[in-house]
């Protein structure tokens, strides 16, 4: 089977996933935190919003064409922003957090993680380019 970027579920992106999740717990709490939330409820709503995307993201990795592996790598990094700023509205609309506060950190958790992706899918001989069918990138 070849691998694309998008497939969230193989083990190499299993690995990764703790670490997603936790860059986005602490995004979020980061930024919510005096609006009383804690680390724990961060986490909560970082492991939902991150479970939907993957899942999401399963769709859509095994349904591309692996030439266009980079257009749907941009495309899902909009996408995600997006659901998980839905996912995270109603998630934290107790504790009173702006819907536009919660967006502002769905985009800086989601730029964050995927520039470490980027980087680790597409730099020269990145760790990840021996499991992945990576179109138009050559490795030196």
Do not use: H
């Amino acid at each position: 089977m070849t691998y694309s970027i998008l497939t969230p579920l193989t083990l190499v992106i299993a690995i990764l996933y703790i670490a997603i999740v936790l860059i986005d717990a602490f995004v979020i709490w980061m930024f919510t935190a005096k609006a009383g939330v804690s680390f724990w409820k961060s986490l909560l709503g970082s492991l939902l919003a991150n479970i939907t995307t993957a899942v999401m993201g399963l769709f859509i990795g095994l349904n591309s064409n692996s030439k266009s592996n980079l257009i749907w790598f941009g495309i899902a990094i909009i996408v995600n922003i997006l659901i998980e700023w839905l996912i995270y509205t109603p998630f934290f609309k107790k504790n009173n957090v702006s819907s536009k506060r919660l967006f502002v950190i769905s985009l800086i958790s989601n730029v964050i993680v995927f520039s470490v992706l980027a980087f680790l899918l597409f730099y020269k001989t990145g760790i990840l380019t021996q499991y992945f069918d990576i179109p138009y990138i050559k490795t030196v």
